[in-house]
């Protein structure tokens, strides 16, 4: 709930004046008035003058009492603000007892020490812990923890905390106490306490070194049976970790507890990780296809961390792509083995280009490792993770898998147990592999998606084909010329029977491959491979190896042909993806909204379909025209609205052309065959609905009544879910929602894809809808996944009624950021992010837009965090 504040700069960083050894916590819980005990073993840091003052951060806390080896501090030997607790006069070293008070109830930020569901939970990264007790909040300080918890036996049977426990018994008045040893050092932001009435389902895993490791998932009583894809994947994830990275766990037990009031995924405090019970609960009849998907990859990403992130963690926030981007690469790499690797690519560079290039273009871009930010939760963001994952996955591409590898172990073996900066990763990879990474490091310093130009010329007398690449990167706040980057560029070279053709660079002796991986490190550079023996099409940046937008002037003949014979499947959807982005773009230019679908296009498509040899989840991908969000980001000026009536009308156009088509593959797949979660089935399904999806856009009875059969007869929430996607954008499709409704009442998960569903509508009167859903039984707007079900899904995913051209969607958007924003200041920030691209709609609703930011900023009282976002936002158009 802070006041907008000074910008913290990256480049004042300086080394903590003085360091915690040791930290003793008790907590004595209480929903009011929970009492710390901390008892603190500091000692002044090396080269620090002796009369710097010793500055514990604190937020929101009642000073009881401090002790200074043992003598009680009077009032006047330390000072006290609502930011910090500082202490004038400081031994060398010293012991430190203070006794703070604070109301978890009342903790409405989920910051720090709350209840959920009558359930106290801790959430302490980024600054968390100063909401807890006087700190040296900082992720360069590591101790040593020790947490005891007292607290009432009936109302709070399990009491948890980050290590080992050591300890337990009883006391008077119905309590018992239970004492927790972390024995590694770890900053205060993976703190965690966890108290209340949880069931556990429980699993092992024995190490290659002979550790048992207890796997514990705790979960509200009555939720144990939805567990198990949990607990298999952090089994699975323990083992991956071990043969890929040699990364074994380190405590007797890896504890999960599921909590419904979260501001975010996951959160991997040592030992003992908080997971949003969206990405624990799972079983086929409440959980999609993606939400098993989602679990998997959040286990693996949370348990990862123990390595990247917890044993050597970030010296500082600016730092912060060190353990979240290279957590995200390990994570993705994980799905990857475990799926397919295609797919798995595939969806990751939509979400990349989605939102991350849409922020690297936008008010809020900056680099990798930022420079300055005011709050730091607002950088928990697309381009320090995403876009941190592709700099990491260039690493490996340009140092090869074994390459890779050896960085990462030296880099374990030089930092385990340190705080350390991303140059400390950069300088791993390199001294492993005797390479050059200087250049390198401007992946982390510049904002902004490179553009790469290219230009492909056939000499057919010298048989040879040259490649002309120029690169450059648009300007960024703050950011105005940029410098090139090292850039791996992955290519193949097909002739037009689609055979990769060998790969000879002029002035090599011998063609190496048909695949290979040119490293860009220039403005412009030209390749001229020889022995060519026909006019190539180009295969370009393979496997998406680096995160840029690549230009080349393909004809639609050739992207028809990539669509076939590309080996690359990444290149394959990408072929596919830009023919349909090119219709789509030149549909909305003209205002097409009624003419049919280009018969070129469409043959396309049906070859897709007919090509039994494909993976049904690629052929999935690559039948679904790209979203409206990515559509808008290659406009300026945009009519949003009259964006989605141009997919909307191309996507009717399709379901019309290749009807015959669409109906056999849907009746192939639906076989009726009970539900399995594994990579073939839940290929067919994916491909089934997408079937679905587009001959629901067909008004005939045929159609409403599959939508009906699959709605009613599905023995799973992907296909159940899928119809009544479909069904609700019908006329006939009202009762369906309703008796989903009804059916799902008591269920918080499945409940809240029922409200983003109908958030996420098109038809109209869809924002009256979500008003009216505000006061539903089951929405609380103190409950972030129903926030962001209901309020974000609509401001975010809604183009279509968010933009209308009255305002209301903007201004219904402003009035709950600022409702919000008294509440839940982080929360709040993540939705004002709905205003990021004002500047790109056309004049009238750019107006409306400002208007509402101008709105926000004005309001008293607003957090930095919401300040920063929206200030932030206007400047885009100054
Ligand atoms: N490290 C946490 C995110 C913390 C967000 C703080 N606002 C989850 C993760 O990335 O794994
Ligand atoms: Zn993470």
Not at 161 to 189: C, I, M, Q
Not at 202 to 228: F, L
Not at 272 to 291: G, H, I, M, Q, W
Not at 330 to 355: K, T
Request: proline fraction near 5%; glycine fraction near 6%.
């Amino acid at each position: 709930m802070s006041l907008p504040r000074q910008a913290i700069r990256r480049l004042d960083y300086t080394a903590p004046a003085y360091l915690i050894d040791r930290v003793d916590l008790t907590f004595d819980l209480d929903d009011t008035a929970t009492r710390v005990t901390s008892r603190l073993v500091l000692q002044r840091n090396a080269g620090t003058a002796a009369d710097a003052p010793l500055v514990l951060n604190g937020e929101a806390l009642v000073l009881e009492s401090v002790k200074l080896d043992g003598a009680p501090l009077l009032p006047d030997a330390y000072t006290l603000s609502d930011e910090a607790l500082t202490i004038p006069a400081m031994p060398d070293t010293a012991i430190l007892e203070i006794v703070t008070k604070i109301n978890p109830e009342a903790n409405t930020a989920l910051s720090g020490l709350y209840l959920s569901s009558g359930n106290f939970i801790t959430q302490c990264e980024a600054e968390g812990f100063r909401r807890i007790t006087f700190y040296l909040d900082r992720p360069d300080v590591m101790a040593k923890f020790t947490t005891t918890i007292i607290a009432d036996r009936t109302k709070y049977p399990v009491l948890l905390s980050n290590g080992n426990r050591v300890g337990e018994g009883t006391l008077d008045k119905n309590r018992h106490w239970v004492k927790w040893v972390d024995p590694f050092k770890k900053p205060a932001y993976l703190f965690a306490l966890v108290a209340g009435k949880f069931v556990a389902a429980t699993g092992s895993h024995t190490t290659p070194s002979g550790r048992n490791v207890a796997i514990e998932i705790y979960v509200e009583p009555g939720n144990a049976d939805r567990c198990h894809h949990a607990l298999s994947a952090a089994q699975k994830a323990m083992a991956w970790d071990e043969q890929r990275f040699g990364l074994e766990y380190d405590l007797d037990a890896y504890m999960i507890v599921a909590t419904n009031d979260f501001n975010m995924g996951a959160m991997e405090n040592k030992g003992l990780n908080v997971f949003n019970s969206k990405y624990v609960l799972a079983k086929p009849e409440t959980a999609t296809d993606a939400d098993f998907d989602g679990i998997e990859s959040v286990v693996a990403h949370e348990y990862f961390h123990n390595w990247t992130g917890n044993r050597v963690t970030c010296r500082d926030w600016f730092q912060l792509s060190l353990k979240e981007g290279l957590t995200v690469y390990r994570d993705q790499e994980f799905s990857s083995d475990l799926g397919s690797r295609a797919v798995q690519r595939i969806q990751n560079v939509r979400g990349l280009r989605e939102y991350q290039f849409a922020e690297d273009a936008g008010p809020q871009a900056h680099p990798v490792r930022p420079d300055e930010y005011q709050e730091i939760n607002n950088f928990y963001t697309w381009t320090v993770y995403e876009k941190g994952s592709e700099v990491v996955r260039m690493y490996a591409t340009l140092l090869g898998t074994d390459g890779f590898r050896k960085g990462m172990d030296l880099y374990f073996k030089r930092h385990d147990g340190q705080a350390v900066s991303c140059d400390d990763f950069r300088a791993a990879m390199a001294d492993a592999n005797g390479a050059d990474l200087e250049q390198f490091g401007r992946w982390y310093s510049q904002a902004g998606t490179p553009v790469l130009d290219v230009e492909g010329v056939y000499d057919e007398a010298a048989q040879t084909y040259t490649l002309t690449v120029t690169q450059s990167c648009p300007a960024t706040p703050g950011q105005d010329t940029k410098l090139p980057f090292h850039i791996p560029l992955a290519l193949g070279l097909l002739d037009r029977r689609g055979q990769e053709l060998p790969l000879q660079l002029e002035g090599e002796p011998a063609a190496t491959g048909t695949s290979r991986v040119l490293a860009l490190r220039e403005a412009t550079q030209t390749f001229t491979f020889i022995n060519v023996p026909y006019h190539p099409v180009p295969s370009l940046l393979r496997d998406f190896s680096a995160p840029v937008k690549l230009d080349y002037p393909y004809s639609d003949d050739d992207l028809v042909f990539l669509m076939a014979h590309d080996n690359d499947a990444f290149a394959r959807w990408e072929a596919a993806n830009q023919y349909a982005t090119r219709l789509l773009l030149q549909r909305y230019r003209n205002g097409e909204t009624d003419t049919p679908a280009p018969e070129k296009f469409v043959a396309a498509m049906a070859a897709v379909l007919n090509d039994t040899r494909l993976d049904p989840a690629l052929a999935a991908l690559m039948l679904t025209l790209p979203s409206d969000a990515a559509l808008f980001e290659a406009l300026a000026d945009v009519d949003p609205q009259k964006l989605c009536a141009v997919r909307q009308s191309l996507k009717e156009a399709l379901a019309r052309s290749l009807r015959p088509q669409l109906l056999t593959t849907y009746q192939k797949l639906n076989t009726g065959a009970p539900y399995r979660y594994d990579g073939e089935a839940v290929a067919g399904r994916a491909l089934k609905n997408v079937c679905l999806d587009y001959l629901a856009e067909l008004d005939e009875p045929l159609t409403a009544e599959l939508l009906a059969n699959q709605y009613r007869h599905a023995d799973n929430m992907t296909d159940r879910l899928a119809a009544l996607k479909a069904l609700a954008q019908r006329d006939d499709g009202e009762s369906f929602v309703d008796d989903f409704g009804k059916i799902w009442q008591d269920d918080a998960l499945v409940l809240d894809k029922w409200f983003a569903l109908q958030a996420t509508s098109s038809r109209p009167g869809a924002l009256s809808q979500v008003q009216a859903l505000m006061s539903h039984p089951a929405f609380s707007i103190r409950n972030p996944n129903k926030v962001r079900a209901l309020i974000g899904a609509f401001c975010q995913q809604n183009l279509q009624h968010f933009h209308a051209l009255d305002g209301y969607g903007y201004a219904f958007a402003a009035d709950r950021i600022i409702e919000l924003d008294k509440l839940n200041p982080q929360i709040a920030a993540r939705l004002a992010s709905c205003f990021n691209r004002w500047t790109r709609v056309e004049p009238v609703r750019r107006a409306l837009m400002r208007a509402e930011l101008e709105r926000i900023t004005r309001e008293p009282g607003l957090s930095g965090d919401t300040f920063e976002i929206a200030s932030k936002a206007l400047s885009a158009g100054t």
